[in-house]
């Protein structure tokens, strides 16, 4: 049955990264063309073309090297050397009992508890821990969090919420872009574009977009996390077998935890627990209570 | 008519056949898994053999006359690349409880517990003393998959006579916890 599972929310996954490049792709080319025509209506001949190719640029890149994004923003070193002995091996030996590749190893110079996991497929996956969690937990409390992070990476979570990650990035600058656009053609439109009643409906689709994308993310942000906590919390206590390891593990961490590690709003549902709020200030979390979670990991 | 009859002989052949092969697929998929799972044990295992040892020679240095440990431990080693699947496993476990007490006994040598050779030493084996215990989940789990598929229907009719594997068992002993007598 498990392995069913496991199965389902691979494809299940693999079904969602390519429903959102394909939703995604189709904002930024609607975007790119409403843009290019309240800048100058003549130049949408051009710039459908152009913008073909941007999106499609945009698109393979972010699932290319989407990974690389989320783990330079977070700041995360390649965690080498006899220091991160213990943390290679226990990556590694979850990794065997997952049947996936070894990840690669990283690891964030902050204070908090936290840990994430992205990569395009478990295949090239990588797992990125605090040195505060290096420092706080003990062996099984660890093995708890990176069978959770394992769980991700063989649920091929990480590949679409990787995907999420850059791709909300990408709605926080259009906004912007597209706001300013709003502003600065706004006036110029009017002289010259007296009854231009297909520009106006994409200036207010532009704009509309402008307004809801992140918002819309956010939904996806929040739909995605839930659902997908709560399954890697119980896949990764079948890999370890002792659901009190990461039970004791999120006891800490909603303890320790002050969500001050201030990395971009756009990566925090990647993480097992949310990086810019306090565990215990969970109204606009993008992440399930913590106190639910260890709750349903102790009735394991 | 005769044509109806042959249309409905080919689409529920075609289907037979189809079931066959997607059935004959994960079987051997399953079969793939387990060799992958024995391989991965293997690896760790070898790792092992080749570190012992090192530990020994180490630890002779400082506690020379603990011969009935050393003689547990080179026979336990021996044992661990040959044989059978299970008794290796056997032979492992043995090696582990060998270990336990060789490290419980080094307690009483402050020079060797202080030794940085010693402790890296104690840190790789057990590193991949839970590195075969991850592996021997992942290839049970492999084989309880496989027994499933090959022993329910309609997966026993495709398995053409295959026999259950058998799971990697742990001896009662050896989840008990090394005695040490001083």
Redesign the interface.
């Known amino acids: 049955m498990e ?1 069913r599972s496991f199965h389902d929310e691979q494809s299940r996954n693999k079904r969602d990264s390519i429903l959102l490049a394909i939703v995604v792709s189709a904002v930024l080319f609607a975007l790119i063309v409403s843009i290019s025509y309240i800048w100058d209506p003549s130049s949408v001949y051009i710039m459908v073309p152009v913008g073909v190719i941007i999106t499609f640029i945009y698109t393979w890149s972010s699932y290319q090297y989407g990974d690389r994004v989320v783990l330079s923003s977070t700041n995360a070193q390649p965690a080498e050397g006899s220091r991160y ?2 943390l290679n ?2 990556v ?3 990794a ?4 996936v590749p070894k990840p690669k190893v990283y690891v964030m110079p902050s204070r908090e508890l936290n840990a994430y996991a992205t990569g395009k497929d478990p295949e090239h996956a990588s797992i990125a821990v605090t040195q505060g969690l290096l420092d706080t937990l003990d062996r099984q409390e660890l093995e708890g969090v990176i069978a959770h992070e394992m769980s991700h990476i063989k649920n091929r979570d990480v590949q679409f919420m990787t995907l999420v990650a850059v791709l909300v990035g990408l709605a926080g600058i259009l906004s912007h872009m597209i706001l300013r656009s709003y502003w600065w053609g706004g006036r110029s439109r009017r002289d010259r574009d007296k009854g231009g009643n297909l520009g106006l409906i994409l200036v207010a689709v532009g704009f509309l977009l402008a307004i809801f994308a992140p918002i819309l993310t956010r939904l996806v942000q929040m739909a995605v996390s839930r659902r997908r906590e709560f399954l890697a919390d119980a896949s990764g206590a079948e ?1 370890t ?1 002792y659901p009190d390891g990461l039970a004791d593990a999120l006891e800490k961490i909603s303890q320790v935890n002050k969500g001050d590690m201030k990395v971009s709003e756009s990566v925090s549902h990647l993480f097992i627990s949310d990086p810019n709020r306090s565990a215990l200030d969970a109204i606009y979390s993008t992440h399930p209570p913590i106190e639910e979670r260890i709750k349903r990991l102790r009735a394991m | 008519m005769i044509w109806t009859l042959i249309g409905a002989v080919v689409v529920i052949g075609g289907a037979l056949v189809l079931l066959y092969v997607n059935y004959f697929n994960r079987i051997k998929t399953l079969e793939n898994r387990i060799e992958e799972a024995w391989a991965q044990i293997d690896v760790q295992l070898q790792k092992r053999f080749d570190l012992v040892p090192n530990l020994v020679n180490t630890v002779k240095g400082y506690a020379s006359h603990e011969r009935e440990i050393f003689e547990k431990i080179a026979e336990a080693r021996a044992g661990m690349v040959e044989g059978s699947r299970q008794a290796r496993m056997d032979a492992d476990n043995m090696l582990t409880q060998a270990l336990g007490r060789l490290f419980a006994v080094a307690e009483a040598y402050p020079d060797l517990k202080a030794s940085s050779n010693f402790t890296m030493l104690q840190e790789q084996l057990e590193g991949i003393e839970n590195k075969i215990a991850y592996a021997r989940q992942f290839y049970n789990e492999s084989v309880l998959d496989f027994n499933n598929l090959i022993t329910t229907i309609p997966g026993v009719w495709f398995a053409g006579g295959r026999k259950k594997h058998d799971f990697l068992e742990i001896p009662d002993e050896a989840r008990a916890a090394p005695k040490v007598e001083f």
Request: glycine share 14%; proline share 0%.
């Open positions: 392995r002995i213990y091996d226990t590694e030996g979850l065997i009992a997952a049947g890999l077998r």
